[in-house]
């Protein structure tokens, strides 16, 4: 189910968790198969300030699994309400940007060498359906890919249903 591909032997990856199912399911599969996929697992979570006291509790529902796992968390708190009120965003698009402006972040500061996003087969079929109706061309109707931002980004279970996840 995993995609093994995009691991290489002696990194470090940091999963995308936000302690929703999809990416509880990740970082599951991940610490499972670490030692098999000859990488080094850690955790980013993005608290974006949206969803008030629901929101906090998802992030200290992570630190918590991050702690009793042994994996090493770095966390970020945004205030995504401003962020895109300042830049003309929707809440989405500017939580969005955000979000990945952090695992730009945990990258670049040599937390980890790449991240992987729980982003699922649904995820993509969504993505498409969105550029089809938007008025893409045919070119542009496309859904996510695996990678992103020369690999940095990664996402292991593009190719799983969202039905498998919830199993």
Request: proline fraction near 1%.
């Amino acid at each position: 189910m995993l995609n093994k591909k995009l691991f290489r032997s002696g990194e470090v990856v940091a999963v995308a968790f936000s302690g929703g199912k999809d990416s509880a399911c990740l970082f599951d599969m991940l610490l499972k198969n670490k030692s098999s996929l000859g990488i080094t697992l850690k955790a980013v979570n993005v608290e974006h300030g949206i969803r008030g006291e629901t929101s906090v509790r998802d992030s200290e529902f992570v630190r918590a699994v991050c702690d009793r796992a042994g994996v090493p968390l770095k966390a970020y708190k945004l205030d995504c309400k401003a962020f895109s009120a300042a830049h003309g965003y929707s809440e989405e698009e500017g939580a969005r940007i955000a979000r990945y402006e952090c695992f730009k972040d945990a990258v670049q500061s040599g937390f980890c060498d790449k991240i992987a996003t729980a982003h699922h087969l649904s995820d993509s079929f969504e993505t498409t359906l969105f550029n089809l109706f938007r008025g893409a061309s045919a070119a542009g109707v496309t859904g996510i890919s695996e990678t992103r931002d020369n690999g940095r980004i990664i996402r292991p279970l593009e190719k799983i249903s969202k039905r498998d996840i919830d199993e």
